[in-house]
């Protein structure tokens, strides 16, 4: 399924919902430390939606680890969007 970047995460009032994967895994990768680039560019997020959704939840995202060593292939893969699991809307 193919949803565009404006409502991701996004439930069906258009609030942020937390328990959606993207939001989530956007959540999880921050507290490891990546790049706002790295978890906008793996979970589909924009930049903005990946600094809103931290802010929100308190989180400072440090811009020290772009997603390139072994161990954040590794992290990475492990925190993978399943698409077509994820509710419309």
């Not at 939840?57 to 077509?84: E, F, T």
Request: glycine share 8%.
């Amino acid at each position: 399924m193919n949803r565009k970047a404006t409502y991701l995460g996004l439930n069906e009032h258009h609030r942020i919902s937390w328990t959606d994967d993207y939001n989530r895994i956007c959540l999880t990768l921050a507290k490891l430390g990546f790049s706002v680039v790295t978890i906008a560019r793996h979970t589909g997020l924009t930049q903005n939606q990946v600094v809103y959704r931290c802010r929100k939840r308190g989180l400072s995202v440090m811009d020290y680890r772009n997603g390139s060593s072994p161990k954040a292939l590794a992290v990475l893969n492990a925190h993978r969007i399943r698409m077509g699991n994820q509710k419309t809307g």
